[in-house]
């Protein structure tokens, strides 16, 4: 058998790539029982004429993202625009939620910076913590950043449509081709220009997932209220502070994240969508 890497999933078959060639495989009939084959799985497969291939078998998954479902990726860049489409700040929390909760290493790329005079936006999160590289495919800047960001690494790029994912890409490896987007003049936001899930391999050893774009981001499950703090870095440390052990920092007194926001030490729009977030978690949990 071979082993490799499923770069891409598409009409039933699954595309693997171990060095330079390239295998259009289908699973046996038995692991089609046990489970979905998902973009960045490593697998073993037996070869058959004319580069095609039956999987065999399935390696341990690293890490694994339902939405986009991608596996073994170790590294989240998420991409927001600094203006059309405006940056939704309650959606990019919840991104970062996700990467957080997965384990992945998170870079923020704030986008079109060349459309702005300026913006607060990145200063925020530079004050959480989380690195960031500001980025603009009209000028240029960032983008040899971005390049060495995703060098030696397994990325998933995400955010919503029309931030640009597509072209910054086009722009680190010029002569991937990827479709571009234009921006919907009447509804201020980005046309679906990727259709399916792909693993991209660039020239400076780094791996790339392209995905479609979001305008939502479901919440991930197993969080209970007392958990949620621990995915928000920039409070974490704070918590242990708290007069009560298990505060949820929502409306018991002595909170000591409640006392960082009231004297800007933590950002006040951070907060708010951490309880809104709260709030969605323990309404969960009443249901089940």
């Given at each position: 058998?071979i082993?490799?890497?499923?770069?891409?999933a598409?009409g039933?078959y699954?595309?693997?790539?171990?060095?330079?060639?390239?295998?259009?495989?289908?699973?046996?009939?038995?692991?089609?029982?046990?489970g979905?084959v998902?973009?960045?799985?490593?697998?073993a497969?037996?070869?058959?004429?004319e580069h095609?291939?039956?999987?065999?078998k399935?390696e341990p998954?690293?890490?694994?993202l339902m939405?986009?479902?991608?596996?073994?990726?170790?590294?989240?860049?998420i991409i927001?625009?600094?203006t059309?489409?405006k940056?939704?700040?309650?959606?990019?929390?919840?991104f970062?939620?996700q990467a957080e909760v997965?384990?992945?290493?998170?870079?923020?790329?704030?986008?079109?910076?060349?459309?702005?005079?300026?913006?607060?936006v990145p200063q925020?999160?530079e004050?959480?913590g989380y690195?960031?590289?500001?980025?603009?495919?009209?000028?240029?800047q960032?983008?040899n950043e971005?390049?060495?960001?995703?060098k030696?690494?397994?990325?998933?790029?995400a955010?919503p449509?029309?931030?640009?994912k597509?072209?910054?890409?086009?722009?680190?490896?010029?002569g991937l081709?990827l479709?571009?987007?234009?921006?919907?003049?009447k509804?201020?936001?980005?046309?679906?220009t990727?259709?399916?899930v792909?693993?991209?391999?660039l020239?400076?050893?780094?791996?790339?997932?392209?995905?479609p774009?979001f305008?939502n981001?479901?919440?991930?499950?197993?969080?209970n209220?007392?958990d949620?703090v621990?995915?928000?870095?920039d409070?974490?440390?704070?918590s242990?502070?708290?007069?009560?052990?298990?505060c949820?920092?929502?409306?018991?007194?002595?909170?000591?994240v409640?006392e960082?926001?009231?004297?800007?030490?933590?950002?006040?729009?951070?907060?708010?969508?951490y309880i809104i977030?709260?709030n969605e978690?323990i309404?969960?949990?009443?249901?089940y």
């Open positions: 058998m082993k490799g890497v499923v770069f891409k598409l039933g699954y595309f693997v790539r171990t060095g330079n060639d390239e295998y259009r495989c289908y699973l046996r009939g038995t692991l089609r029982k046990k979905q998902f973009v960045g799985d490593k697998v497969f037996l070869p058959q004429e095609t291939g039956v999987i065999e399935i998954r690293e890490t694994q939405r986009p479902p991608v596996v073994n990726v170790n590294q989240a860049v927001f625009s600094l059309q489409p940056p939704n700040l309650f959606l990019l929390d919840r970062l939620l997965v384990g992945l290493k998170t870079l923020i790329c704030f986008n079109k910076i060349d459309l702005v005079e300026s913006s607060n925020i999160y004050t959480v690195p960031l590289i500001i980025t603009s495919t009209k000028t240029g960032g983008i971005l390049s060495s960001a995703l030696d690494n397994i990325s998933v790029l955010g449509s029309g931030v640009g597509s072209s910054l890409l086009n722009a680190v490896q010029p081709s479709k571009t987007g234009e921006i919907s003049t509804l201020k936001a980005g046309k679906h990727t259709r399916h792909e693993l991209l391999r020239e400076n050893g780094g791996l790339v997932v392209d995905t774009g305008s981001l479901y919440l991930p499950e197993g969080i209220g007392t949620l621990y995915y928000f870095p409070f974490n440390d704070l242990a502070n708290c007069r009560f052990s298990g949820l920092h929502n409306r018991e007194p002595g909170c000591a409640k960082a926001v009231q004297d800007g030490r933590i950002i006040a729009s951070r907060y708010e969508h977030l709260l978690v309404k969960r949990e009443r249901r």
